[in-house]
């Protein structure tokens, strides 16, 4: 992690996108409680599309765009330095990673504990969760995914990575319909692999399917595949950005490239359903779709008609994106885990401003759940505010 200050040289429409992903990516995450939350705000059960299906998809595909920027100044050829750095960044990324899932389970598992046991040996039980850690999970997606795209970047001939991209897709694809991928259940390869390679008791246990408990990982072994695909997709996007000087030229063809992209994801989900769980082809073609449209609308916005004054919120999550992430992520396990006793009553940080403060104040579980969201959003904000006024951007 490195903090320096902010370059002058940054697209700012990429950073209000980059901006939007994250902030969306906190609010989906911390509901006031999870048995309250607007539709749009969940997951899609298991195939389909919902608004908060697209936070973490757009966040890959800006995460490529950027991937060309950064590896421009090595001229994308592979030297000592470009891939020292790119191997430090994907091991530094995975790290956090694991340390955030071990953290959640430090804490909770202290918050859990019988009190009647001494400090040291609560402390002691609650850290030894290596045994039952969770190994995947977003951020060593993001992790991988970088820096496997960073490297096919530095050692393919940039005219060759589409045939990559179809390659993975179509493969993973063949995979999927040959190996009961679609199924929840023992029978897919899906779970397969990630069973046989991982371990269950490595895997994700929180996934809920029609209001069912499922092991099953949403970025497991074999989905990373397509997200590498997802990422070299928004490497391309960006060297289209970089060659075209001009926005207008910039905006049409993201235009194109979003809809072609869209309708072809929309069309091909008839017989290869959108789904996210799985990171489907569908799913990678129809978000990178999308996520092109909305890139080519922020630059029509923001660099042509110069509206920027409604982005400043964004902005701020746009320049420290996985700093403030991981700092979303930290702050929710703290307020989940963290309690103290009132009339009597254990309540942890999060319950006592969700059940205490705002339920009473609005007399709807779903409002206040939503409110609780935007506040915990605002109070990452405001850190990231800070630093935005300081123009130091933290790089992880």
């Known amino acids: 992690m490195s903090v320096k200050q902010q370059s002058n040289n940054r697209l700012l429409s990429l950073d209000i996108l980059r901006g939007i992903t994250i902030a969306g990516m906190i609010l989906v995450n911390n509901p006031g409680s999870w048995s309250a939350v607007y539709t749009p705000l969940e997951h899609a059960p298991w195939n389909g599309l919902t608004p908060t299906d697209l936070v973490f998809p757009f966040f890959m595909f800006i995460m490529g765009v950027s991937t060309y920027f950064s590896l421009r100044k090595y001229d994308f050829k592979p030297s000592k330095e470009s891939i020292l750095k790119i191997v430090r ?64 970047a530095l050692f393919v001939r940039h005219k060759y990575i589409p045939a990559i991209i179809v390659v993975l897709l179509v493969g993973y694809a063949v995979l999927l319909l040959c190996g009961n991928g679609y199924e929840l259940s023992t029978n897919s390869i899906v779970y397969k692999v990630d069973a046989a390679i991982l371990g269950e008791d490595h895997m994700y246990k929180g996934l809920l399917i029609y209001n069912t408990a499922a092991v099953f990982d949403p970025e497991g072994i074999l989905s990373t595949f397509p997200s590498i695909a997802h990422v070299l997709i928004g490497f391309l996007c960006g060297k289209m950005i970089v060659n075209h000087k001009d926005n207008s ?8 490239i979003g809809t072609i992209l869209t309708f072809a994801g929309l069309l091909l989900s008839f017989g290869i359903p959108i789904n996210k769980n799985i990171w489907s082809p569908t799913f990678v073609i129809t978000t990178c779709g999308l996520a092109s449209s909305l890139l080519a609308l922020l630059i029509w916005i923001i660099d042509v008609k110069g509206y920027k ?3 400043r919120f964004f902005e701020s999550f746009g320049i420290n994106p996985l700093f403030l992430y991981v700092l979303g992520g930290v702050l929710g396990i703290l307020f989940g885990s ?11 940080i999060k319950a006592f401003i969700y059940k205490l403060c705002l339920l009473p104040l609005l007399g ?7 409110i609780y ?24």
């Open 309 to 311: 004054t409604w982005c």
């Open 338 to 348: 963290i309690s103290f006793t009132i009339g009597g009553d254990l309540i942890s």
């Open 89 to 152: 960044r994907t091991i530094v990324i995975f790290a956090i990673g694991l340390a955030i899932a071990w953290f959640s389970r430090f804490c909770y598992g202290l918050a859990k504990s019988d009190a009647t046991l001494p400090l040291w040996g609560r402390i002691c039980d609650a850290a030894n969760s290596f045994a039952t850690l969770r190994i995947l999970g977003v951020m060593p997606r993001l992790a991988l995914c970088y820096g496997i795209a960073s490297l096919v």
């Open 373 to 396: 969201a935007i506040l915990f959003v605002c109070l990452n904000w405001s850190i990231g505010y800070i630093l935005y006024k300081k123009k130091i951007y933290i790089k992880i």
């Open 249 to 256: 030229e910039r905006i049409s063809n993201l235009f194109i």
């Open 364 to 370: 709807d579980a779903h409002a206040a759940s939503c």
